[in-house]
């Protein structure tokens, strides 16, 4: 059975930084791409940023710049690096993976909150 397992979130003032990590466990088959999402209340979830096994990386726009996603492919596990954080990157952060065979597997979520 797959397992995601989240850790990081928390709360950090304006300007302050986090680093959420996860790691996908159990996966008999290699993982094309490992994502960060996140949802805040009355929102839509949206893409954070996400890295597929080519290295290739995409950043939603309002996180470019501050945030870096990493992997550790021979690990399953994604990082992700947040800096000069904003109020409005408040919001539950989910782990996302997508095997090679196209199942997918969603962490819990952990709660950012970034106030002052």
């Known amino acids: 059975q797959v397992q995601v397992a989240e850790s990081g979130g928390g709360l950090v003032q304006p300007g302050g930084s986090l680093r959420l990590s996860c790691v996908v466990s159990?996966?008999?088959?290699?993982?094309?791409?490992m994502a960060w999402y996140r949802q805040s209340p009355g929102r839509q979830r949206e893409l954070v940023a996400r890295?597929?096994?080519?290295?290739?990386?995409e950043y939603a726009n309002s996180v470019k710049g501050r945030f870096t996603i990493n992997r550790i492919f021979s690990k399953n596990i994604v990082d992700l690096q947040m800096d000069s954080l904003k109020p409005d990157d408040t919001a539950v952060y989910s782990c996302?993976?997508?095997?090679?065979?196209?199942?997918?597997?969603w962490g819990q979520g952990t709660q950012v909150t970034v106030s002052s």
């Open positions: 890295m597929t096994r080519s290295y290739d990386t």
């Open positions: 996302y993976a997508q095997s090679e065979e196209d199942d997918d597997y």
């Open positions: 159990g996966s008999k088959v290699p993982l094309y791409i």
